[in-house]
């Protein structure tokens, strides 16, 4: 028992005849071990770029509904009447003739 702790610990395994099964295992599990690392952290800058982006929708968000309560305030016909009073635009009296056209 105490043999095979010490063969293990100098690393026989590795230089005897028959280690070259050993470092294709070695070999395959560095790779397999990086391939799973590099994953990894590509997983972890889609989820940063997530998190960004719907920050970013965010704001867009607040700054759309912004825009369009100012333009609500523009279109109001009071506002209309207001700035095109200065003109000396006035609303009509009479309401708007209706054109209907048949065939």
Do not use: C
């Not at 005897?16 to 070695?26: A, H, Y």
Request: hydrophobic share 45%.
């Amino acid at each position: 028992m105490i043999k095979k702790i010490i063969s293990f610990l100098k690393m026989e395994f590795l230089i005897k005849e028959d280690s070259f099964k050993n470092w294709r295992m070695i070999l395959f599990f560095s790779i397999l071990a990086l391939t799973m690392i590099s994953i990894g952290h590509s997983a972890d800058r889609k989820i940063f770029k997530i998190a960004n982006l719907n920050e970013k929708i965010k704001s867009l968000k607040s700054e759309f509904v912004e825009q369009r309560t100012y333009l609500m305030k523009l279109k109001m016909e009071t506002n209309v009447i207001n700035l095109l009073s200065h003109k000396g635009i006035v609303s009509s009296e009479r309401p708007p003739i209706k054109i209907i056209v048949t065939k």
